[in-house]
């Protein structure tokens, strides 16, 4: 089993940048797609979920309207498009998998600072 994260760098608040989780060694249809992030100092956070279909997607909050989560699911990938970055996005952002049955499979992360 593999996800294995890209995207992340180094952007200008107000900027823009687009994750992707490339998936392998598991029915990547059947599993519900989360986007985690963790900050130097601080827990990790949930980011945004999407279902096996990708009919239905969350947001925590502080990311609600900005970022959006979509996945492809022949090409075993989800994707995190993140909008109006702030320096407090700055973190490392996770992929995960999570099965109906509780599996959890984890990406090694991709690093995002936004900075100025």
């Known amino acids: 089993v593999q996800l294995v994260e890209s995207g992340g760098g180094l952007v200008q608040p107000g900027g823009s940048l687009r994750l992707s989780c490339a998936a392998s060694g598991f029915t990547f249809s059947s599993y519900t797609m989360r986007w985690f992030r963790q900050a130097a100092g601080k827990e990790r956070e949930l980011v945004a979920r999407?279902?096996?279909?990708?009919?239905?997607?969350n947001y925590a909050d502080s990311m609600a309207g900005r970022f959006t989560v979509s996945r492809d699911n022949a090409k075993n990938t989800v994707y995190l498009q993140m909008n109006s970055l702030k320096p407090e996005d700055t973190a490392m952002y996770y992929c995960?998998?999570?099965?109906?049955?509780?599996?959890?499979?984890w990406g090694k992360g991709t690093l995002v600072t936004v900075s100025s």
């Open positions: 999407i279902t096996s279909a990708g009919g239905s997607t």
């Open positions: 995960n998998a999570l099965s109906p049955y509780g599996t959890n499979y």
